[in-house]
């Protein structure tokens, strides 16, 4: 019985382990993709800068310099953004040009 308890104590902790694992992992960044900075439109960022905080979705304005969205590896220095000084997306957040 105590040998029954112990696996059944160990399953669980591992199960755990697991989901915690996975919960971590899954907001890394995705395989192939890239944080591209001012290229999100307003409220479709996948998380901004502000404050160090997690915040998809918060992006208060289109190309915010602060707020990035995942796009395909390669391509961010390629996409337009009106509010970047390059007028592309930036690999870094910037502050946005009037």
Same mark, same amino acid.
């Given at each position: 019985?105590?040998?029954?308890?112990?696996?059944?104590?160990?399953?669980?902790?591992?199960?755990? +382990? #697991?989901?915690?694992?996975?919960?971590?992992?899954?907001?890394?960044?995705?395989?192939g993709r890239e944080?591209?900075?001012?290229?999100? +439109?307003?409220?479709?960022?996948? %998380? #901004?800068?502000?404050?160090?905080?997690? %915040?998809?979705?918060?992006?208060?304005?289109?190309?915010?310099?602060?707020?990035?969205?995942?796009?395909?590896?390669?391509?961010?220095?390629?996409?337009?953004?009106?509010? #970047?000084?390059?007028?592309?997306?930036? +690999?870094?957040?910037?502050?946005?040009?009037?």
């Amino acid at each position: 019985m105590k040998n029954t308890t112990s696996i059944s104590i160990a399953i669980a902790m591992g199960a755990a +382990l #697991s989901i915690a694992t996975h919960s971590a992992q899954s907001e890394d960044k995705p395989v192939g993709r890239e944080k591209c900075f001012g290229v999100s +439109l307003k409220g479709q960022n996948d %998380c #901004s800068t502000k404050g160090g905080a997690s %915040c998809a979705g918060s992006a208060v304005k289109d190309y915010q310099g602060d707020a990035w969205k995942f796009v395909p590896k390669g391509t961010c220095e390629n996409t337009a953004s009106p509010t #970047s000084p390059t007028g592309k997306g930036q +690999l870094a957040k910037f502050q946005e040009k009037n």
